[in-house]
């Protein structure tokens, strides 16, 4: 065990600093962002000069990215070049909002997902054959399409939710962003859905689940200790990748609902070429992909010590 955490700690880090360099070369092929810095006008060679000066523009690449890296790690992202003001203020209230967004969506995938899922595996061919349809069916629809839908349904014809905005205090932001969570939920509930069947069909036909039923073991027992358990492991790596996935497309949503969270600050910042703050983003969003994908290998680990054993071997 201490092994594997140790392996995926270092693994972690790597990545990190891996992602780090493509991130900040990104830089290299945007261009000289004195235009944007300029804000469109012509520069003058004074202005020129004093923006060279205030970002390091004349510094070697390597110097500039090493600048940039031991100010970041001490929790200095630098300054938007288009709001003018540093990106730690400007990400900060707006990350709060995606969290938000994704603990909800995260809400309705685990409810849906893995209980269709368990509906699918154990209640016979009709259940499994109606739950296949509809899993087919979210994984076909795009997320902006089913957020067109909603808002025509639920929010224009019907009245029930509100079409823009967050929303104020909890129960308002709450109400807010249920249909932006439904939206981004259903290709998830599709997913997590069928993996969980999968993964429960492969238990339940398992000998030594066979035994425990012939042994007469009451069915419930024998589901929750012999298949669920099992099953979980894999349940909860894919449900890590998936939690990690929601963050990057949640700007689908946030773009579709006006929401204003870091998804579409992100598709803002790309387009008008605000280059700290798609770094920083860029930087905030492979960080989560890759910790909660290690805290659920982890985490899986702990309720299957053999599940490390077999990755060892393998």
């Given at each position: 065990m201490f092994r594997m955490v140790a392996g995926r700690l270092g693994g972690l880090l790597l990545t990190l600093?891996?992602?780090?360099?493509?991130?900040?070369?990104?830089?290299?092929?945007?261009?000289?962002?004195?235009?944007?810095l300029a804000g469109g006008a012509k520069p003058t060679p004074e202005l020129i000069a004093q923006i060279r000066a205030d970002y390091?523009?004349?510094?070697?690449?390597?110097?500039?990215?090493?600048?940039?890296?031991?100010?970041?790690?001490?929790?200095?992202?630098?300054?938007?070049?288009?709001?003018?003001?540093?990106?730690?203020s400007l990400i900060g209230p707006r990350f709060g909002v995606t969290l938000q967004l994704v603990l909800l969506t995260l809400a309705f995938i685990l409810v849906f997902g893995v209980g269709s899922g368990i509906l699918a595996a154990?209640?016979?061919?009709?259940?499994?054959?109606?739950?296949?349809?509809?899993?087919?069916?979210?994984?076909?629809?795009?997320?902006?399409?089913?957020?067109?839908?909603?808002?025509?349904?639920?929010?224009?014809?019907?009245?029930?939710?509100p079409v823009f905005g967050e929303g104020d205090g909890f129960v308002d932001r709450l109400w807010h962003l249920v249909l932006p969570s439904v939206s981004l939920a259903v290709l998830f509930v599709a997913y997590i859905s069928r993996i969980t069947r999968a993964?429960?069909?492969?238990?339940?036909?398992?000998?030594?689940?066979?035994?425990?039923?012939?042994?007469?073991?009451?069915?419930?027992?024998?589901?929750?200790?012999?298949?669920?358990?099992?099953?979980?492991?894999?349940?909860?790596?894919i449900s890590g990748t998936t939690v990690a996935g929601l963050f990057a497309a949640s700007a689908i949503a946030e773009v579709a609902f006006g929401i204003g969270g870091?998804?579409?600050?992100?598709?803002?910042?790309?387009?008008?070429a605000d280059l700290p703050v798609v770094q920083v983003l860029s930087l905030i969003l492979v960080a989560i992909f890759v910790v909660l994908n290690a805290v659920a290998d982890i985490i899986a680990a702990l309720i299957d010590p053999s599940s490390v054993a077999g990755g060892v071997a393998a």
């Open positions: 600093l891996l992602a780090s360099i493509v991130i900040f070369s990104a830089v290299l092929v945007t261009g000289d962002p004195i235009s944007t390091r523009l004349d510094d070697p690449v390597w110097t500039r990215y090493w600048l940039w890296l031991t100010d970041a790690l001490h929790g200095d992202f630098g300054r938007s070049f288009v709001y003018k003001t540093d990106v730690v154990t209640r016979g061919r009709v259940v499994d054959r109606t739950v296949s349809i509809l899993t087919s069916l979210g994984m076909a629809l795009p997320t902006f399409v089913v957020a067109i839908l909603l808002i025509w349904l639920f929010a224009k014809t019907l009245g029930w939710f993964a429960l069909v492969a238990q339940l036909y398992s000998e030594h689940v066979e035994t425990a039923t012939v042994r007469g073991i009451p069915r419930g027992r024998v589901f929750r200790i012999h298949v669920f358990r099992n099953a979980a492991p894999q349940i909860l790596a870091v998804g579409s600050l992100l598709v803002e910042a790309a387009a008008r």
